[in-house]
């Protein structure tokens, strides 16, 4: 099982890292954002090279509520 980093999206991007939590699956990511597992969707967004994360979005029937480190 590999460990990611869920980072909300929220203010600028260093409030953002500050609040990054370990994430292992879709489940973890379920009870952090507080919702379902089915609601969730995550989608590859781009690399950011201010942290060096293959990053994807993360959302919840549809709106982006943050981003991964990598795919679950």
């Known amino acids: 099982m590999t460990q990611r980093l869920y980072r909300p999206h929220r203010g ?11 994430v292992y699956d879709l489940r973890r990511l379920a009870d952090i954002v507080g919702c379902h597992v089915n609601d ?21 029937d549809g709106e982006a509520v943050g981003f991964t480190s990598g795919s679950l």
């Open 40 to 60: 969730i969707s995550v989608d590859f967004y781009c690399y950011d090279t201010r942290n060096r994360w293959d990053t994807h979005v993360v959302k919840v």
């Open 12 to 22: 600028g991007f260093a409030e953002s890292m500050a609040a990054a939590v370990p």
